[in-house]
């Protein structure tokens, strides 16, 4: 059986039973700090998709108010019979000046007036009797609405007018002459005389800018990496561009998001960095690691006080232990209420009581052998010797007699003394 060493260190029960307690906190805290950044990453992630995807469609249907608005415009100018009998006038000057000046200049300069953004009204007129209105350099961005009435032959060998000749093509949006170069796009139509001949009389222009089409920029934020296109579905062509892409950036770092403008051929384009959706990604992971830090630390102080509080009671009953392996069995324990600790404690006190009762029990038991075995051998020394004898070997018996009484006593106070160490030892164990 080992031996407990009084000095011996040792690591409280309680302090033991404390670390897998520990253990699970941070496990917990771990996985509720992982699912709730795993979770706000991806709200997060939805809703800046949400919100360009609504953008997007608004800005869609922004273009389609907007082209309608443009058509309608052509649209009064071809039903127009005065507008029309002017451009097929075929007069002098003078009277081509006034022709111009009332049936054709005031309907041209109506609709600019109605519509909200800038504008360039072009009218290509087959007539070559009609006079020529110039105004703006068109190679120059458009600063103000304006309109522009130029004969037809100046532009029949341009290579755009040519590739809109063939019947089949009219109403058609496309980037002609500088508008490419200058973020345009116009809305081409052609214009037929309305006496039943369909004999061509002038063509119809009307360009506008891409950024007042595409309206405000504010909802999509170009200078955090954001790229917004105009396509042309046909061609696949970027007509117009608003941002700029990282020079080594490749179409798996972005998310592509598509919205067709309706009764067109083109489609906007967004293409959005996903850095730009993660962007709160570090502030999030840094509040929730912060707030999982606190938490296991206000459990952990919880987890060490409670063990403190169970510790100074496990620290009394070690103290008692350590006590009765000393041979004290006079200390007794006292806990309140009615938890395992109340019970070991009475426990422990009745252990020592009946250790106490025992050995009291032995020691009499020892006492009384003595006292009997005493007599017994003074009565044999009476009738074995004569008197004198007696008398003169009691002073030398008397000795022998009190070492051996000494003797026996002790030897039998050893034995008790042995027996309640091992009864202890066998109780502890």
């Keep these: 059986m080992g031996i407990f060493r009084l000095n011996r ?34 709200s997060r992630t939805e809703m800046a998709e949400t919100n360009i995807r609504t953008a997007m469609r608004q800005t869609s249907n922004n273009i389609e108010y907007q082209m309608d608005e443009i058509t309608r415009m052509t649209n009064s100018l071809f039903l127009n019979t005065t507008f029309q009998n002017a451009l097929q006038f075929r007069g002098d000057l003078r009277e081509n000046m006034l022709k111009m000046k009332d049936d054709i200049v005031p309907y041209m300069k109506a609709p600019l007036q109605l519509y909200g953004n800038k504008l360039r009204l072009v009218l290509y007129a087959v007539n070559e009797t009609m006079l020529e209105i110039g105004g703006d350099d068109m190679s120059q961005p458009i600063v ?9 032959q100046g532009v029949a060998q341009t290579d755009w007018l040519k590739s809109v000749s063939p019947s089949s093509r009219d109403k058609l949006w496309l980037q002609i002459d500088t508008d490419r170069e200058l973020g345009n796009i116009s809305y ?20 506008a800018r891409f950024d007042e089409l595409l309206g405000n920029f504010d909802t999509f934020p170009i200078e ?8 042309d579905k046909a061609t696949a062509a970027n007509l117009y561009e608003r941002g700029t892409m990282a020079a080594n950036a490749d179409a798996s770092s972005y998310l592509i998001i598509s919205e067709d403008i309706p009764d067109s051929d083109y489609a906007i384009e967004t293409w959005v960095p996903h850095r730009y959706l993660n962007k709160d990604a570090s502030k999030m992971r840094r509040v929730i690691g912060a707030v999982c830090a606190i938490s296991f630390a206000v459990m952990a102080l919880i987890g060490f006080l409670v063990a403190r509080l169970s510790g100074k009671k496990m620290k009394r009953i070690v ?20 938890d395992e600790f109340v019970y070991i404690a009475d426990a422990f006190n009745q252990m020592a009581q009946s250790i106490q009762e025992l050995i009291r029990d032995v020691y009499e038991q020892g006492m009384q052998k003595k006292a009997g075995g005493a ?55």
């Design 375 to 429: 007599g017994r051998a003074a009565s044999a020394d009476q009738s074995a010797f004569p008197v004198q004898h007696a008398l003169d070997d009691r002073q030398p018996g008397k000795s022998r007699r009190g070492r051996q009484g000494d003797e026996d006593g002790s030897g039998a106070f050893q034995i008790l003394q042995a027996d309640a160490e091992r009864g202890a030892s066998l109780y502890f164990s």
């Design 319 to 338: 103290s008692l232990v350590r006590s009765f392996q000393e041979g004290n069995f006079y200390k007794r324990i006292g806990f309140a209420g009615n």
């Design 224 to 231: 955090q990496g954001i790229v917004l296109r105009l396509k």
């Design 188 to 207: 081409f139509r052609k214009l037929f005389a309305a006496n039943g001949t369909q004999s061509l009389i002038g063509y119809i222009r009307v360009t």
């Design 9 to 42: 260190k040792y690591i409280p029960f309680t302090y033991k039973t404390m670390l897998p307690y520990l253990v699970l906190v941070l496990l917990t805290d771990i996985l509720v700090g992982y699912i709730s950044y795993t979770m706000l990453v991806e």
């Design 144 to 152: 103000r609405s304006d309109y522009y009435v130029l004969s037809a």
